[in-house]
């Protein structure tokens, strides 16, 4: 049976510092208790931490680092103590028994092959952006890097510019630990890091194939359905693909498509203006998504990231200037200019050639613009994927603020950019590249669900009785609608799911296979309507979140059986009070004969 952890329970902190080395078991500022050297327990959040008038040299990194906060911490606060300052870290990989997570060298034996390779490519990519803050040195700090299942964590960053090769030559430490086709993969890779001049983005290059190669080893099959709501609000601006109107007059023509693509956008500008917005965009986005997946099928060889996300950008980038040229020709300025938020999935077949024939890797791509977001949902974890465009998150990314001092700000949630409202050449989308090997959903919505950290507090309610197929995947979609209307009505609301399911090893396409095509049943006919007790357990009643135990299969059965053995006792027993209770009245109050009986008709006399 699998407990798990729901997001807010316990906040836990990193302490680093001279001051940070103090004994477990005792209170800090009457604020912090200390369970290990530099885990500290915020027992009074989510009040505000202290931190100094201006950012200290110590946090301003951080900050900087706050667009990757996928794999980097945060600055939260500060605390003057007698030894000195102690800076304190938020985002960290600590579990909720506030234990840190295992790092990269303990945990590098016991995974498979792809996640071997996987860390190693994250390691690579986040090269260019710690660089160039100037903290390079965390990527080859042993002691720095944990792992959470799929992704890289650090703990903390080190300031310092070390080579190319010292990053190469930690991955080579660990490769006596690796399954030979991987140390024989990635040793002539790293070795090109010694060169007094190391292509990096040849590296970078090498090592995706690697990567891709390894990733032939994973199937999975995907399903998709999601819907909005105007919530308390009489107007919807919201707009999503695919929506239950778009799953019912989904011709064949546009399954293959259908389960790859899923995109949420919340539109801005006033009802008339934010309404087509949004819809233009999720119009232009689905058919040029389409487009996209027919090409890179007809593919012979896969394309690298920056080749995807250019074409994804490039779409949006068509999508925002129809929004643009109509705001234009409509005469609106400034304020009035309709646009709209984005968050989108894309899912990509490629296809690569080994020894057996050509194979499929599914890659998942995520892009987003404004605060729609997408999260990566298991049974054991949820990973908020995307950073919201607004005023707050710009002051932490410019060194300005600490997070808890810019969302303090009455305009923090205000937009720093969507799509529409102004020309694509000043517009900045976010995209990643994720291949997952995992069971799990991926989570599109508006602010109208995510504000009020709706989907950190309830996703532990519903997630586990999709992927167990207790709950069709629309009706966990309009769960979450109905989850955003109670609690928080104010806005419009989207929502799309991405059920992705691990279904072992891939089967070998041919040359003159077809494009690949629905890679899931999309089981249109499935029942949406939740029974009570589904209903109590993606929602509920209580503003508290909490744990959920779901039974296993092997838990189930017996279960099963004992109600069935106890409904046949039961209903033996009622049987037997039955006819013991007959013969008792028939003794204690025997029947007259019909004769004696009075006329209906006749007195009595006395």
Not at 253 to 258: K, Q
Not at 543 to 548: G, K, Q
Not at 553 to 573: D, K, N
Request: net charge negative; with cysteine; glycine share 6%.
């Amino acid at each position: 049976m699998t407990q798990v952890d729901i997001y807010p329970f316990k906040k836990y902190v990193l302490a680093l510092g001279r001051g940070r080395d103090i004994p477990s078991g005792q209170s800090v500022n009457e604020r912090y208790w200390v369970l290990s050297p530099g885990v500290w327990h915020d027992t009074q959040a989510p009040d505000p931490p202290d931190h100094p008038a201006t950012v200290s040299a110590a946090a301003s990194p951080y900050l900087q680092a706050y667009p990757h906060r996928l794999h980097i911490p945060t600055a939260y606060g500060e605390c003057n103590l007698a030894d000195g300052p102690v800076l304190l870290l938020d985002n960290v990989p600590i579990d909720r028994h506030g234990r840190l997570l295992p790092t990269l060298g303990t945990a590098w034996a016991g995974t498979t092959p792809f996640r071997q390779v996987y860390w190693c490519w994250q390691l690579f990519s986040l090269w260019p952006h710690l660089f160039g803050i100037n903290m390079a040195a965390s990527l080859t700090a042993p002691e720095a890097i944990h792992v959470d299942g799929w992704r890289i964590r650090l703990s903390n960053l080190i300031p310092g510019q070390p080579s190319l090769q010292e990053l190469a030559n930690l991955i080579t430490t660990l490769l006596s630990k690796s399954a030979p086709s991987v140390a024989t993969e990635l040793q002539p890779i790293l070795d090109q890091c010694s060169e007094p001049q190391p292509n990096f983005d040849q590296v970078l290059e090498q090592l995706n194939r690697v990567l891709l190669t390894q990733a032939t080893q994973i199937s999975m099959a995907t399903q998709v359905a999601g819907s909005t709501s105007s919530g308390q609000l009489p107007h919807n601006e919201d707009a999503c693909y695919p929506s239950k109107a778009e799953l019912e007059r989904a011709r064949t023509a546009d399954l293959p498509a259908l389960p790859r693509i899923a995109i949420v956008c919340d539109g801005v500008g006033g009802h008339a203006g934010g309404e087509i917005a949004s819809q233009t965009v999720v119009r232009s986005l689905q058919l040029q998504f389409r487009g996209l997946l027919a090409e890179l099928a007809d593919q012979p060889e896969p394309l690298a990231p920056y080749i995807v996300m250019g074409q994804i950008e490039a779409a949006i980038r068509v999508a925002n200037n129809l929004v643009a040229s109509q705001n234009d020709s409509q005469g609106r300025t400034e304020r009035q200019r309709m646009g709209t938020t984005l968050v989108a999935a894309l899912m990509i077949p490629q296809r690569i050639s080994t020894l057996n024939g050509y194979e499929e890797i599914n890659e998942q791509y995520i892009a987003h613009v404004g605060d729609s977001r997408a999260y990566w949902i298991t049974p054991e974890a949820c990973h908020l994927l995307t950073v919201d465009d607004d005023v707050a998150g710009r002051e932490i990314t410019a060194g300005q603020s600490y997070p808890a001092e810019a969302y303090a700000r009455e305009d923090a949630g205000a937009l720093t950019q969507a799509l529409g409202t102004r020309e694509a050449d000043r517009l900045t989308p976010h995209i990643e590249r994720f291949i997952l090997d995992e069971t799990g959903v991926l989570l599109l919505c508006s602010d109208g669900l995510s504000d009020h950290h709706r989907v950190e507090t309830s996703w532990a309610n519903y997630i586990g009785l999709i992927v167990k197929n207790i709950v069709p995947l629309p009706a966990a979609v309009e769960s979450w609608v109905e989850l955003a209307n109670q609690k928080n009505g104010h806005d419009n609301v989207a929502v799309v799911l991405m059920s992705c399911t691990i279904t072992g090893a891939t089967t070998v396409v041919e040359d003159t296979a077809p494009p690949p095509g629905l890679t899931a049943q999309q089981d249109l006919g499935s029942p949406t309507e939740l029974t009570a007790a589904s209903k109590a357990l993606l929602y509920g009643e209580s503003e508290e979140p909490t744990e959920v135990d779901l039974p296993t299969e092997e838990e189930t059965q017996p279960r099963r059986l004992q109600v069935l053995v106890l409904s046949i006792v039961l209903l033996i027993a009622v049987s037997i009070a039955g006819v013991t209770g007959v013969l008792l009245w028939q003794n204690l109050f025997p029947s007259r004969p019909a004769d004696n009986l009075p006329s209906p008709t006749t007195e009595s006399t006395p």
